[in-house]
């Protein structure tokens, strides 16, 4: 019944989505403290509870397709023992955790591939779960990482731009939501993210999982 197996397959992306929006936004809310803003932990943020991190329409709409977000960490770079380093450390923590974790999951599966262990019923949905961990976790790097605001790519290019450069990206900021907007609809941020996306998969994955 083609109903049942589409209730399977989106009830197994929900605790690999879950888990890869978590531990971005933790990361944020540590990488923050670490630099001296507590701000995140005030506001209960800092925590692997994903109550705390998930947003209910950001999730919803990553269900259903390949855009979405979780609430965003308070931050407040007033407490930041080095403004724009901090800026920058803050930023790429989420982009960092969610690479190194699909580097981890994606060469587990690629060296276990094959094992027995996977082609038991639980084995081989554990396997759909962590390979969905590594396709969203991939998918969460690239797309975190375009420079438009209020992406954690964006806070990067500002702090690395000289300051009048700076100022006039700020001025582009409000435009940015409506920018993404046009990317996601017209089929932009997938034509954008589709190369180095696959390229990342078959580089961890291996071709014969792609067979």
Not at 22 to 32: N, R
Not at 97 to 107: D, E, F, M, R, S
Not at 112 to 118: L, S
Not at 176 to 198: E, N, Q, T
């Amino acid at each position: 019944m083609p109903e049942s197996v589409d209730i399977v397959a989106w009830l197994v992306r929900i605790p690999p989505l879950i888990f890869a929006l978590t531990v971005h936004e933790f990361a944020h809310a540590l990488a923050a403290y670490h630099c001296g803003d507590d701000t995140a932990r005030l506001n209960g943020r800092l925590t692997l509870d994903p109550l705390a991190h998930l947003d209910p329409v950001g999730t919803i709409c990553l269900l259903f397709s390949f855009f979405g977000w979780a609430k965003p960490v308070p931050v407040n770079p007033a407490n930041f023992h080095h403004p724009r380093r901090d800026d920058i450390l803050v930023s790429v923590a989420g982009v960092a955790t969610n690479l190194a974790t699909a580097v981890a999951v994606g060469l587990v599966l690629r060296f276990t591939y094959g094992w027995g262990v996977w082609q038991t019923q639980g084995g081989a949905i554990a396997w759909s779960m962590l390979l969905l961990l590594c396709e969203i976790s991939v998918g969460l790097t690239l797309f975190n990482l375009i420079p438009i605001p209020p992406l954690d790519g964006s806070h990067v290019l500002r702090q690395l731009l000289p300051y009048e450069a700076a100022r006039a990206y700020d001025r582009l900021a409000p435009m940015a939501p409506f920018l993404l907007i046009v990317l996601v609809i017209s089929d932009g941020m997938s034509l954008l993210l589709r190369w180095p996306f696959y390229w990342i998969l078959h580089l961890l994955l291996g071709n014969a999982l792609f067979a």
